[in-house]
């Protein structure tokens, strides 16, 4: 169609007519007079709408399974969220119980030994490529750390402080080979050294060669002058081998730490040494030891073996007192006496 002045013309003609049955049907309502003219129409196109619709409706139920499928993705992915989240909560949880029964422990150190200290968690290791055995600790300068304090956790000696830095801190473990604290014994007082072997036991040097030391016998740090690097009292380890005294002047012994400086966390540097030594009182308890049972057995007397009665073991007493079973002990006199008497009678008859 040509985009002519008779064509405008009539495009605006209809429109104008659109408007006044538009207005012409809202002003009518149910008795609109294009009323009838709009139910033909319905009648007409209604069966077209129908087929039309359900044409187009798989597309519509695929469409809204897709958008369904991106709710539902959307959901798992938040339920895998919490779900890690929850994993999450609970691993820290186990964490945090356990650096509580870390921090309980070694507070209770601390107090049985008069121990001043502050406490401090180990936020890094030592360089791969050194040979020393150290950690770094979150606390430093700011936090009144010096260098050549004692390190000690809730088990016992950690190590002892080796530089500072203005909010950390080195530990030169007591495992380090280049690692020597005095030492002294439990109950005995037998002094030595103690130094460290990596992952061995620590080596012990007895100041006597002679002491009597066995396995289990356990030591304690004897402390320095003005308490630094090591204030005493603080549990070392237990003897767990003794190497035979060979007349030197000094005597080795392995010592197995109580510490276990592979899995460090929660530690505490001695601030304020103790007024006193506390010796032993910071070792732990030793366990009971369990009570030994004793058992009483009564042997049986052996087959033809006499009991108190005279009577042969397994003999009944019957037998035993020369009697028939079932007789009478006291029949065998009646009888004889009976026998007896008709003999008697016999010899007075003419």
Not at 132 to 137: K, L
Not at 188 to 210: H, I, Y
Not at 216 to 240: H, I, N, Q, W, Y
């Amino acid at each position: 169609m040509r985009d002519t002045r008779e064509s405008r013309l009539l495009l605006v003609l209809l429109i104008a007519i659109a408007f006044a049955l538009i207005t012409v049907d809202i002003r009518g309502g149910q008795e609109s007079p294009v009323d009838g003219a709009r139910q033909a129409a319905a009648a007409v196109f209604g069966p077209v709408e129908n087929g039309v619709a359900a044409a187009v409706d798989p597309i519509g139920n695929a469409i809204g399974a897709v958008r369904d499928s991106g709710e539902r993705h959307t959901r798992i992915s938040a339920l895998e969220k919490e779900n890690a989240e929850l994993k999450a909560r609970l691993g820290s949880d186990d964490r945090n119980r356990n650096r509580l029964r870390e921090l309980d422990s070694m507070l209770k150190t601390a107090g049985a030994g008069q121990y001043g200290i502050k406490g401090a968690q180990v936020i890094a290791i030592g360089a791969a490529q050194g040979f020393s055995w150290t950690v770094t600790v979150d606390v430093g300068a700011r936090d009144g750390i010096t260098r050549d304090m004692t390190v000690l956790n809730g088990s016992g000696l950690v190590g002892r402080v080796t530089t500072v830095g203005p909010s950390t801190s080195t530990v030169l473990l007591a495992n380090d080979p280049d690692f020597t604290v005095g030492t002294r014994m439990e109950k005995s007082d037998e002094l030595g050294f103690a130094t460290g072997q990596g992952d061995r036991p620590l080596l012990v040097q007895l100041l006597n060669g002679k002491a009597k030391v066995k396995a289990g016998d356990r030591l304690v740090t004897f402390g320095s002058r003005a308490d630094k690097p090591f204030v005493p009292g603080v549990p070392v380890g237990e003897v767990v081998r003794v190497d035979p005294a060979g007349g030197g002047l000094t005597r080795n012994v392995y010592v197995r730490p109580y510490v276990g400086f592979t899995k460090l966390d929660i530690v505490g540097v001695v601030v304020q040494a103790p007024r006193s030594d506390p010796r032993d009182a910071v070792l732990p308890q030793k366990p009971k030891p369990a009570p030994t049972v004793t058992v009483t057995v009564t042997p049986t007397p052996a087959d033809g073996q006499r009991n108190p009665d005279g009577q042969r073991d397994g003999q009944p007493q019957d037998q035993a007192q020369g009697l028939r079973p079932g007789q009478n002990p006291q029949a065998p006199q009646n009888q004889n006496q009976n026998q007896q008497a008709p003999q008697d009678q016999g010899d007075a008859t003419p």
